[in-house]
């Protein structure tokens, strides 16, 4: 220990063996036994790992890497190989003036390099290198015990490539991103569209047939350099890359594959972020912590993609209306590129002008439009419930749809589609009693009346005469009022017997039948309450892939997303 620099001056000398012990072994200076007493004890003690963290603050063992430049015949594709690593409960560390528990803190920092080593301030190499320079050191960017990045003893440095067991392999060759990620619920975290979800090498559909490509893999000195980076992680930091290698590779083939490529598009992105921005999210100290980062960053990048005009409406506008302007231009450009996804994805069946489904029957087609008159009182100008912008949309995807026929069929079952989704938390199966069919004060049993206040009542009059809005908009209303006044009676129908008839049959013929003795139970359990029972209703429909008569589009539900939910349905998201 004498050849090594001595803490600062304000810095306690240990206080006890284990110290001296501890020192040395984040140095790489222990014999195995030693070591494997260290480890022990960190496993066990949490405040022996507190004070590993600490320590490994205090000696500055961040080692920085050299940024190796990218050969000039590597492809992106050579990123296909690695996402990231998870550790167990551990104590805290400080953030800043906060603690942080342990267990949060990312292990995708750099960490301490072997004696000798370059040493230059520089964190993250190209994702997309793989040469021999990057692969030496990247597998030591997994971190132990989370943040605390720790060096392994010699013995562990020492240990042969060809030792590496086959079910290794996979691991080491997708080493290098595994380096830019904290775990896998990191890496879903970022696969939603307010990160990378959105973005274009992530989000296109792999179904059309190309020719197959057979990725890069590191070999010979750039795979044993790998090999020996991973090798130089204590078993247990080993264990946590084989767990996480092992959840990514159990996720179903297209989520596994776009996972990869969330985790190539990140670390691409990370690699291009200016030095100050790429440190501050390597710095944040939790996983939640640095994704706020990104978020924040990413949000910057997108405002500052905006055309001048565009950003000049920003300027001078408080937080909320800033906030509330920009959401709505990420909804429309959303839109936008699922209109483009749309095409690209139906680029076949649009250039034969084929009519798609369910417009390809006439009984079908006919029930659909039907479905949309009746519910949306699409010819009722004072009953419809659609906004002008959606009723005009409509009714131009419609017209265009019957006059042109073929493909302009999909338009109107996208409008249609988009149209039910947006209120299908009004869509519930109709009373067939009309005195439960509660839509004006008028109608409403004494122990609500007894309960509308006027600001209450200025709330709903924009809501009367129209079911089940009104009786929801009070429903929910009588329900945030807390203490409530006891139990009211339901503004609805409650129980299979008082919906109508369509309805009553469908129980009986269809969705009976495919219940579960637990789902009839579920049921059961809601029976009297409303909206919760038809909600409940509906949804095991929806479960068992049913429509349910006059309140859900004709057609199986899960159709109907596959092929007009885009990335914003079911069938888009992975």
Known sequence: MSDEPLPP??????????????????????????????????????AARQKAAALKKTFD??????RPEPSADFTTRTIDKIPALKTGPMPTVRSGSQPVPISAVSSSVPVALASGMLARPLVIPRPWVWAAGLLAVVGLLAGYFAAAALRSHPAAREASPDELPLSDRRLVEYLPLYAVADDIEFVQKLAEADYFGDEPSVSFDATPKVPAVDPDKPSGPAFEALAKSFQSLPPARQQAV??????????????????????????????????AERRRVLAAATPELRLGVIRELREQQWIDSLPATQRARLTGLSSA??????????????ERRDEW??????????????????FDSEPMRKAVVEFMRVTFQTD????????????DRHTAALAAAEKNGGWAWYAYGRETFTIARKYEYLLLPEPADPKLRYDDFSDLPSSYTARINPVLRKKLVPHAGKWPDFALELHDELRSVKGGG??????????VSDFQDPVRTFWEKELSPKLSPQERGMLRMQENRWPEYPREFMRLARQHDLSVPGVTLPGSPRTWDR????????????
């Open 380 to 391: 009722e100008p004072k009953k419809c419930r659609l906004t002008a912008n959606e009723l």
């Open 321 to 334: 209306r800033k906030a509330e302007l920009i959401g709505q231009w990420k909804r429309a450009e959303a």
């Open 242 to 275: 084989r767990e996480l290698d092992k959840q990514l590779h159990a996720q179903p083939p297209a989520a596994r594959d776009r996972l990869v490529r969330v985790l190539e598009a990140y670390a691409a992105w990370l690699d291009r972020l200016p030095e």
């Open 486 to 495: 006891g139990p009211l009676p339901p503004l609805g129908p409650a129980r």
């Open 9 to 46: 001056d304000d810095i306690e000398p240990p206080a006890d063996p284990f110290e001296a012990d501890l020192v040395a072994y984040l140095d790489g200076e222990l014999d195995d036994a030693a070591a494997r007493r260290v480890e022990i004890r960190l496993a066990t003690d949490p």
């Open 341 to 358: 996804e749309d095409v690209r994805r139906n680029a076949d069946a649009i250039a034969a002008n084929l009519v798609p489904w369910p």
């Open 563 to 574: 092929t007009y939910g885009g990335s914003r349905g079911p069938a888009g998201r992975q």
């Open 61 to 66: 063992l961040l080692d920085y890497l050299p």
